[in-house]
């Protein structure tokens, strides 16, 4: 059952309006459904833009951030709680403990890193959670493309593109982690 959605997208406040749009989307829709919003503890970028949009609707938003972001005074202050870590992998060790699945909008280089972590602990079988992207303008392609090479050039097994989803939107993204079934994955390498 999904009480819990961590979301890692970008802190950026110049991006287009579009990216922007497609996060405030996603937190609206997760306000109404209900569902507990974990994420990275922002005020700005997507970060911001989908908190606001959580509580539009009710919903409960859960920051976490590492000590020295708060020094930035960048958190989102209206967040119902504000877990502070010391760093940044106690900072993904608690969204990852909080959560019942995971969701990635687009961003840059820290939310690659949060997603391939789960991506990987996927494919580990350390966590049976679903992982999603939402491809706002098609942002995801080159990775995909990038994961479809890895597994025709044998860096990777094929059941690995079964780890997660790619979904246009946020209602696709969030009927996929609702409705998710964990595939079978060899514990075998290649």
């Not at 979301?7 to 209900?34: H, I, M, P």
């Not at 833009?49 to 202050?77: M, N, S």
Request: proline share 4%; net charge negative; aromatic share 8%.
């Amino acid at each position: 059952m999904i009480h819990s959605v961590c979301v890692f997208c970008s802190s950026s406040d110049s991006v287009n309006a579009v990216y922007k749009e497609t996060a405030t989307d996603l937190g609206r829709r997760l306000g109404r459904l209900g569902l507990n919003l974990i994420y990275g503890g922002a005020s700005i970028g997507l970060m911001g833009c989908l908190a606001r949009g959580v509580h539009e609707f009710g919903g409960r938003v859960t920051g976490v951030l590492p000590e020295f972001f708060k020094i930035k005074e960048i958190e989102y202050g209206d967040a119902d709680e504000l877990i502070v870590t010391r760093d940044m992998r106690e900072r993904k060790a608690v969204m990852d403990q909080k959560s019942d699945a995971f969701i990635t909008l687009p961003g840059g280089i820290g939310t690659m890193e949060e997603s391939m972590e789960i991506l990987s602990m996927k494919q580990l079988n350390l966590t049976p959670k679903p992982l999603v992207f939402v491809n706002t303008c098609n942002f995801f392609d080159g990775l995909i493309s990038n994961l479809q090479e890895m597994v025709d050039l044998k860096f990777a097994k094929k059941e690995t593109l079964d780890l997660f989803a790619v979904e246009p939107g946020p209602q696709e993204a969030l009927d996929y982690i609702l409705n998710y079934k964990p595939p079978k994955i060899s514990n075998k390498w290649m």
